[in-house]
């Protein structure tokens, strides 16, 4: 009994399986020929579907001369934005912004060169603890590059004091006090190229152009 039942079990679902190949057959056959005209759409001639068609298809003649050599900037995700994984974040906005990276290494350079990055502020009474805290973790130094890189990377980072910076800005949305303000970046173009030339070799810099240049400097 048990034996019969299995057998009618098999029996009825190899039916079962032949009987929805055949459909899926059937239905394929039925509907072939819609399927290949979805694929291939006649638009009426005056459709806007029709014109965009049109348009997609030419081939794009918008002129746009990317700058060949504009400015960088030195930025750099300090040891509590790497420690708090801002890595990305932070990265991810000045790439979304139209910025070339050109340059990034993560490494924990030592007090020396810490102490050299911020030697102009050597006199000032909170020196030794910034050198302490930059010298605690690995950094990610980047050299960033566009037109204006330097004064809208500032603009990008906020205020040095995070209290002082807008919302929207790296400061203002992900971090509250000056002594833990996660990232640093270049004051001037003399100080960026200076900044880059002690955290990068010349052949650490990469000279490329993206796909998207013309995209992102385009001028009417
Ligand atoms: P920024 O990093 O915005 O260029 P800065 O060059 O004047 O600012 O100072 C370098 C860093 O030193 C800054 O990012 C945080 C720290 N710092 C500045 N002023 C400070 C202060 N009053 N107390 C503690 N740390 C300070
Ligand atoms: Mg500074």
């Known amino acids: 009994m048990r034996a019969f039942s299995s057998t009618a079990r098999l029996l009825a679902g190899a039916a079962g399986l032949s009987g929805a190949f055949v459909a899926g057959g059937l239905a394929r056959d039925k509907y072939s020929h819609l399927q290949f005209e979805a694929a291939v759409p006649v638009l009426p001639k005056e459709s806007l579907a029709a014109l965009t068609q049109e348009r997609v298809s030419k081939s794009f003649q918008l002129k746009a001369d990317a700058p060949s050599q504009t400015e960088r900037t030195f930025i750099m995700i300090k040891p509590d934005g790497v420690q708090r994984g801002l890595v990305g974040e932070i990265i991810k906005r000045f790439e979304q912004k139209g910025f070339k990276l050109v340059a990034i290494r993560m490494m924990r350079p030592g007090e020396a060169h810490l102490r050299e990055h911020y030697a102009d502020l050597a006199a000032r009474s909170f020196f ?23 004064k809208t990377g500032r603009v990008m980072l906020g205020e040095t004091n995070p209290a002082d910076s807008k919302p929207g800005t790296i400061r203002g949305d992900y971090c509250i006090t000056v002594g833990r303000n996660i990232c640093h970046g270049s004051d001037a173009v003399e100080s960026a190229n200076h900044e880059i030339g002690l955290w990068f070799r010349p052949e650490d810099v990469c000279d ?12 009417n």
């Open 208 to 219: 490329y152009t993206p796909m998207a240049a013309d995209w992102v400097y385009g001028d």
């Open 128 to 150: 030794p603890g910034l050198v302490k805290y930059m010298d605690s973790g690995p950094v990610v130094a980047m050299a960033w590059e566009g037109q204006g890189a330097v």
